[in-house]
T-cell receptor
Framework: DAKTTQPPSMDCAEGRAANLPCNHS???????VYWYRQIHSQGPQYIIH???NNETNEMASLIITEDRKSSTLILPHATLRDTAVYYC????????????FGTGTRLTIIP | DGGITQSPKYLFRKEGQNVTLSCEQN?????MYWYRQDPGQGLRLIYY???????QKGDIAEGYSVSREKKESFPLTVTSAQKNPTAFYLC??????????????FGPGTRLTVL
């Protein structure tokens, strides 16, 4: 009963923008979209989250469609250090704190 | 230098032995979590604790036990009842339990191999 769907893998050239899609067609009104990434054999790292407005921080931008059924994480200038598995997660804003990690997208940055 | 520490990074045990994995945080976070990750898979929640002296089962608690006697510490014991204990174990913490913004901070993980 996965809440999100992501492509299993993607490649991106170094220096280009990496655009990672996520489908969450059953998202409810009180659920946020979170993105984490996991570099090989390390713990996951929080990237960004949003509810309905687009968000930007020092790491990435998050674009959420108007119907909130999908989103895109954008790494504006990908570097080799951005090679990782990226997880898109939806989670309610109250109550259960659980993060449900799927299998994510394995992003490989090509030199 | 605040963060979450897990020790050891690699752990080997014989089948049938209990083993305890350490997790310590100095972030003053109330909530702590234990996840398990198998190769090529996402993380699965084992146990979580919202506050000291309280903890709840996650999705795959069978064969595991935890304690939360101190705010800073949330050790996980993998018992002999866990049928397939070999995995990568990750500890995390967050400021609290409720709220719209609760980034989870993860430790570096412990890779447990049962021989």
């Amino acid at each position: 009963d996965a809440k999100t769907t992501q492509p299993p893998s993607m490649d991106c050239a170094e220096g280009r923008a990496a655009n990672l899609p996520c489908n969450h067609s059953t998202i409810s009104g009180n659920e946020y979209v979170y993105w984490y990434r996991q570099i090989h054999s390390q713990g996951p790292q929080y990237i960004i989250h949003g509810l309905k407005n687009n968000e930007t921080n020092e790491m990435a931008s998050l674009i959420i469609t108007e119907d909130r059924k999908s989103s895109t994480l954008i790494l504006p200038h990908a570097t080799l250090r951005d090679t990782a598995v990226y997880y898109c997660i939806v989670r309610a804003s109250f109550g259960n704190e659980k993060l449900t990690f799927g299998t994510g997208t394995r992003l490989t940055i090509i030199p | 230098d605040g963060g979450i520490t897990q020790s050891p990074k690699y752990l080997f045990r014989k089948e049938g032995q209990n083993v305890t994995l350490s997790c310590e945080q100095n972030l003053n976070h109330d909530a702590m979590y234990w996840y398990r990750q198998d190769p090529g898979q996402g993380l699965r929640l084992i146990y979580y604790s919202q506050i000291v002296n309280d903890f709840q089962k996650g999705d795959i608690a069978e064969g595991y036990s935890v304690s939360r006697e101190k705010k800073e510490s949330f050790p996980l014991t993998v018992t002999s009842a866990q049928k397939n204990p070999t995995a990568f174990y990750l500890c995390a913490s967050s400021i609290g339990w409720t709220g719209s913004y609760n980034e989870q901070f993860f430790g570096p993980g412990t890779r447990l191999t049962v021989l």
